[in-house]
């Protein structure tokens, strides 16, 4: 003969057993919730620091491109001086060879 489980313990642990999976399901809820909220935080420090990040890389971006402009501004007026330094030089070239001849 099997002995059967007194009636009260049998229903202790039925209860038991629902008590401890309301428990996991409440304490699961709330540990998601909690994991939500911390996301959010960081997903919305992220999104300032990556406005943050976004303005320094713009500003960098348009000190840049200002530079190239000043670098291409620059180069133009070096050529303008190597030109005029090459005809002054042709200039001075063609009065010495004036002067030998007379």
């Not at 428990?23 to 996301?39: D, L, N, P, R, T």
């Not at 620059?74 to 001849?101: G, H, S, W």
Request: a positive charge.
């Amino acid at each position: 003969k099997k002995v059967k489980a007194a009636p009260k313990k049998v229903a202790k642990k039925a209860v038991k057993k629902v008590v401890n999976k309301t428990a996991k399901k409440v304490v699961a809820k709330k540990v998601k919730k909690v994991v939500k909220k911390v996301v959010a935080k960081k997903a919305k420090v992220a999104k300032k620091v990556s406005a943050a990040a976004k303005k320094r890389v713009a500003a960098a971006k348009k000190r840049d491109v200002a530079a190239k402009k000043k670098a291409i501004v620059q180069k133009k007026k070096i050529a303008a001086l190597k030109k005029k330094a090459a005809k002054a030089a042709l200039i001075k070239r063609r009065a010495a060879v004036l002067r030998k001849k007379t």
